[in-house]
Each structure stands twice: as C-alpha cells, then as structure tokens.
C-alpha cells in the first residue's frame, strides 16, 4: 500500500515569506508526527497529533510554526516569516496508534529559505 | 532532556569489512530503536529493543541493548554496499512516546 507522502519535496523561498507542507499519513493511521531535521543531525520532534488534535507541540521551536490536522488524516505544518534558520528537512511520521507502535516515515520536504 | 551520542560519526570502509556503531547516554531507556536513513528518504525503523543485555539479529546486522539499558551498538559483519547510509538511534524514556534522536553515524560502504 501507499507510504506517508509529502508535498511539495522542494521547497524555496524567501525570508519573511509564508509556507505550508504537507503530510499525507499512511491510511487509517490515528498518530500523526513532525519533525525537522538539520544537516547533520538526527531528526528533532516538532508536534503530534493523535486523530484530529495535537496531544503534544512542545517540540515547536516558537509561535511562528503551527500545525493542524483538522479531518484527522491529513496534515498541514505551517511557518510564518520563515527564516534562514528555518532551514532543513522536514520530516512527518504516522503509526497506527502512538505509544510503542512503529512510525513510518515519508521522505520528507526540504525548505531552503533564502 | 536526554541525550544520545553516536559514534563513530562517520565511518568509511571496503566492502566486506565488519563495523560497529555505538549510541550512548547517561539515561536509562524503557526502548531504543535504530533506524536506517538514505539519502532524499525518511529513516526506516529496523529494530527495537526493549530488555537490558537484549540482542537481535537483521540478517548481518546484529543489535545489542546494553544491560543497564543506557547503551546500545549495531554490528554489521561482511558490509555490503546496501549497508551504506545514515544509522540513527532514537530512545524512549518512561512513558514518552517521543523518541530522542542521535546525530546518526554516516556510514559509506565503497566496492
């Protein structure tokens, strides 16, 4: 079946711009997780989300990134005036349940802010 | 927060060699899983262990959770150019069920 997709996997923009990414979770999967992952490093926890709320965003670095999952499937992690430092990889993961269950993750969403 | 340090941090090697790769912490573990990230790819989970003094095995990849469960190494005998990617450790402690990620070993298999 299909894995965890994202959109866009590029992409580029300006400082002081708005973005949103996209995460689509494997079906049926209720745990839904960000994170964000610099070079050279390992992935670092941004939110989750159990169904339709977020059960833990205290991985989000400041109140310019917001995520929401409002119909409990799909995802969107939103960041106003992006920048530099904003960029990485971002990744997002969903299990079927979410303690102890297995995340699968997707290939991630490579943010370059210039 | 807790802490996990990997090493080595990048590991260059000819096919058919063995490797070890280490991910340590002051902190003591309910689970560490290892994962395996390619390039351009989200990581992949390949194991989990959850017991003190636990090992696996993946085929030639063998696992081992150390016995006071703050520790853990992932041997590879005979590396084949497959193998090559970035290996990470992720640990859970007490009821999180956030994994803390390692910074990953880089490990490049050359034929």
């Known amino acids: 079946g299909a894995g965890v997709s994202q959109t866009p996997s590029n992409k580029v923009t300006e400082k002081g711009k708005y973005v949103e990414l996209r995460c689509d979770p494997i079906?049926?999967?209720?745990?839904l997780y960000w994170y964000r992952q610099s070079l050279g490093q390992g992935p670092e926890f941004l939110i989750y989300?159990?169904?339709?709320?977020?059960?833990?965003d205290s991985g989000l670095p400041n109140d310019r990134f917001f995520a929401v999952r409002p119909e409990g499937s799909v995802s969107t992690l939103k960041i106003q005036r992006t920048e530099r430092g904003d960029s990485a990889v971002y990744l997002c993961?969903?299990?079927?349940?979410?303690?102890?269950?297995?995340?699968?993750f997707g290939p991630g969403t490579r943010l370059t802010v210039t | 927060t807790q802490l996990l340090e990997q090493s080595p941090q990048f590991l260059s090697i000819q096919e058919g060699e063995n490797l070890t790769v280490y991910c340590n912490s002051s902190?003591?573990?309910?689970?560490l899983q290892w994962y395996r990230q390619e390039p351009g790819e989200g990581p992949v989970l390949l194991v989990t262990?959850?017991?003190?003094?636990e090992v696996k095995k993946l085929k030639r990849l063998t696992f081992q959770f150390g016995d006071a469960r703050k520790d853990s190494s992932l041997h590879i005998t005979a590396a084949q150019t497959g193998d090559t990617g970035l290996y990470l450790c992720?640990?859970?402690?007490?009821?999180?069920?956030?994994?803390?990620f390692g910074r990953g070993t880089s490990l490049i298999v050359h034929p």
């Open positions: 993961a969903s299990s079927l349940r979410g303690y102890g269950y297995e995340q699968y």
């Open positions: 079906s049926g999967h209720t745990a």
């Open positions: 989300f159990q169904g339709t709320g977020a059960a833990d």
């Open positions: 902190s003591v573990f309910s689970s």
């Open positions: 262990v959850v017991t003190g003094g």
């Open positions: 992720a640990a859970k402690s007490g009821g999180s069920y956030i994994p803390t």
